[in-house]
């Protein structure tokens, strides 16, 4: 399985913009990178999915380089419900199993 | 449509009890995993069900079974509880097996062994 770095926490204000960088260095070729949101006493949610280049939806952008040895969610002008951990995952479509690391905790400060 | 439901919300035992947790998945849905989350880290995978079939263990003790019903819904069972089973049981249910599929998690069950 490939594991998955990530800063344990980091500070925002409102309204900036937010990059979380994921290592991922053993990925495999079929392996997806996923994120999750978390909010305390809550089942994490999807956030975004992505294989390679560029993933954007109505919420987040996932950047994936070419080697795809790493990922960085972007969340754009975050607001104070924002506040949560952010978790990259890494696993194989048929795979057998979806490991959750410590994750990021994300804290936007007004 | 309703979400991943999931019974009951908080639960104590003593441990050596056994205890089971329910799970409903989206309807369509035929995934249902399981996942374990002790306070402060990220959750632990325990077992993904499949048309009714194991898919995928983690790495827990056999004190740990779950199964899924012909509707779809799941049971997870926890035999010979210990106080460091207390923790948060999510389930989250796909439309196909997998990880390329979103999951969709349930709020939890707060289990709290004593």
């Known amino acids: 399985l490939a594991k998955t770095t990530q800063p344990i926490s980091m500070d925002s204000y409102e309204g900036q913009e937010v990059n979380i960088t994921c290592s991922h260095n053993?990925?495999?070729?079929?392996?997806?990178i996923t994120w999750y949101q978390q909010f305390p006493s809550q089942g994490p949610r999807f956030i975004i999915q992505?294989?390679?280049t560029k993933v954007t939806n109505e919420v987040a952008s996932l950047f994936i380089p070419a080697d795809r040895k790493s990922s960085t969610l972007s969340l754009p002008r975050v607001s104070l419900s924002d506040t949560a951990v952010y978790y990259c995952?890494?696993?194989?479509?048929?795979?057998?199993?979806?490991?959750f690391g410590p994750g990021t905790r994300l804290s936007v400060l007004p | 449509d309703a979400g991943v439901t999931q019974s009951p919300t908080h639960l104590i035992k003593t441990r050596g009890q056994q205890v089971t947790l329910r799970c409903s998945p989206i309807?369509?849905?035929?995934?249902v995993s399981w996942y374990q989350q002790v306070l402060g880290q990220g959750p632990q995978f325990i077992f993904q069900?499949?048309?009714?079939?194991?898919?995928g263990r983690g790495n827990f003790p056999d004190r740990f079974s779950a199964r899924q019903f012909p509707n779809y819904s799941s049971e997870l069972n926890v035999n010979a509880l210990l106080l460091g089973d207390s923790a948060l049981y999510l389930c989250?249910?796909?439309?196909?097996?997998?990880?390329?599929?979103?999951?969709?998690f349930g709020p939890g069950t707060r289990l709290t062994v004593t």
């Open positions: 989250a249910s796909s439309l196909e097996w997998g990880f390329a599929y979103e999951q969709y």
């Open positions: 053993n990925i495999a070729t079929n392996d997806y």
């Open positions: 992505g294989y390679k």
């Open positions: 995952l890494v696993s194989a479509s048929d795979g057998q199993n979806f490991v």
């Open positions: 309807s369509g849905h035929k995934s």
């Open positions: 069900y499949y048309e009714k079939e194991e898919r």
